[in-house]
């Protein structure tokens, strides 16, 4: 029995309505992935906690939406988590942010940057992009998925990902340049 | 100046995300035993009206076969009579239930005072079958076998009736009521449902749970020359913890079971255990009553 291989996600999936062991092998399997990548799509810790927990007792609810064919469990807790942190930013299915909405960009930000830890400067340039740009950039830099699971999970073509990279990336730069020079000086 | 591309990569990974908490654990499992608690109540809810118009049909069906459940209802007495007489009469027919490969298992039950003594207070064999996949057994089942309670004679003679009309009856059962439970897909289902048993084995008994709470690993000890990983159970703000020591190499079956209580100074003390005295592993079969004399 020792040697016996790992079992798939599909499986486990299939058995996770009736055995709680098997739900919670699925779950020890994603746990830090999901929650990570929520946490950087909501920037808070519970609302990734409650994000991640959501993601996983909505395949009890709808096992049948997950289709292998589409993609992989992971790609799909990945949309889940996506669509859990947009109700959170308060989008309904289907909105869309403004993705070239013009970010506060002013010298008060770029002054308080300069007294924050890295991280948090990040963190918070971050969370001035449009979520378009969050959830590819998110997705991309952060998971290192390539760019046509971003495109599965985003719904849209790998072309529209990588200008949502681009765009997020150029405003990343111009919001951080302060920063930058700032810690040259330093 | 603006970064250039590799600046900016270097910044972005100074941005590192928390580890999900382990409190996330405990909440998952709550909310999963609710969920499959309300399930079962929106499905009773559903076939609540059906249910009104069908029980109607069902008694005057049972009404009319009453005269014959009767007679089946006086022999299935009469069977369960003669059993337990023949159990008694001829303790080694007990064998019989124990199914080849089975593990069987001596056990002693303690009850400790306060004063750190204890007192045996039952003795036990039981059989222990492995996962299987022509079952639906998760994580092992015992069957009691024999078992003596020192000092209470009454509550051993109806174990000497009950033990062996039960481990016979069990199987049988099983082998009628199982089936029907997931039809569509059963193969699969117990295919999977082996190979998640299997799965916790081979991560060397975790996860465990008691009461739908996640237990805390806490070391790993040898019993019976049998490595054993060591979990507990300690509810938060509870007057107690509880101890088990799983065997991967017995598909987790525990070794040894303790109960301690919260004293007022934070200090536990031991309540109860349970130990395992000998482990049989081969399909031999075992003069259970004997032993237990």
Redesign the interface.
């Known amino acids: 029995m020792r040697g016996m291989p790992e079992q798939t996600d599909e499986a486990l999936l299939d058995l996770a309505g009736r055995s709680e062991t098997a739900f919670m092998l699925l779950f020890e399997r994603h746990r830090e992935v999901i929650f990570r990548v929520a946490y950087r799509l909501t920037n808070s810790a519970a609302a990734a906690e409650d994000i991640t927990q959501e993601c996983f007792l909505g395949l009890l609810d709808a096992p049948g939406r997950f289709d292998p064919a589409r993609g992989s469990l992971r790609t799909y807790l990945f949309g889940a988590v996506r669509n859990h942190a947009r109700r959170y930013h308060g989008l309904r299915d289907g909105d869309v942010d403004l993705e070239d909405t013009e970010v506060d960009e002013t010298a008060e930000v770029s002054q308080m940057f300069l007294q924050q830890e890295q991280s948090q400067v990040i963190r918070q340039a971050i969370s001035t992009l449009p979520l378009q740009q969050r959830e590819a950039l998110i997705l991309f830099q952060y998971e290192e998925l390539p760019l046509e699971e971003v495109a599965v999970i985003l719904g849209i073509e790998v072309g529209a990902v990588k200008s949502r990279l681009q765009r997020a990336r150029a405003r990343l730069k111009r919001i951080l340049t302060p920063y930058f020079q700032g810690s040259n000086k330093r | ?3 250039s ?1 590799e ?3 270097c ?2 990974k ?8 382990d409190s ?2 405990g ?3 709550r ?3 609710d ?2 608690r309300s399930r079962t109540t929106v499905l009773s809810g559903e076939a609540g009206q059906q249910r009104k118009w069908s029980s109607g049909v069902w008694t005057r069906w049972i009404a009319q076969f009453a005269p014959t459940a009767g007679k089946v209802a006086a022999v299935m007495a009469g069977a369960v009579v003669l059993l337990a007489v023949i159990t008694r009469a001829f303790p080694q027919s007990l064998n019989l239930v124990v199914p080849t490969g089975a593990i069987i298992l001596d056990s002693e039950f303690l009850d400790y005072k306060n004063d750190g003594s204890y007192a045996v207070s039952e003795y036990r064999t039981s059989s222990f079958r492995r996962a299987t996949v022509e079952r639906d057994i ?2 092992g089942g015992e069957t009691v076998l024999a078992s003596s309670f020192p000092g209470d004679l009454l509550r051993t003679a109806a174990g000497d009736v009950l033990n062996p009309m039960r481990a016979s009856l069990e199987p049988i059962a099983h082998s009628m009521i199982d089936p029907l439970f ?1 039809k569509p ?1 059963r193969a ?2 117990l ?3 082996a ?8 991560k060397g008994c975790t ?1 465990s ?1 008691m009461w ?1 709470r996640p237990m805390t690993v806490i070391g790993e000890e040898t019993v019976l020359n049998y490595t054993t990983t060591v979990s507990q159970f300690a509810p938060e703000g509870g007057n107690f913890r509880f101890t088990e020591w799983f065997a991967p190499e017995l598909d987790c079956f525990s070794l040894r079971s303790t109960t301690e209580k919260a004293l007022p100074d934070g200090a536990f003390q031991l309540a109860n255990e349970r130990r395992v005295l000998k482990v049989t592993k081969n399909s031999s079969t075992t003069k259970a009553k004997e032993q237990n004399r």
């Open positions: 100046m603006n970064p591309d600046d900016l990569n910044l972005l100074a941005w590192t995300a928390p580890r999900s908490p996330l654990e909440r998952l499992r909310a999963y035993g969920r499959v998760i994580e997931y897909g699969e289902y295919r999977a449902l190979m998640t048993v299997t799965e916790r084995i081979r996860p749970n739908g």
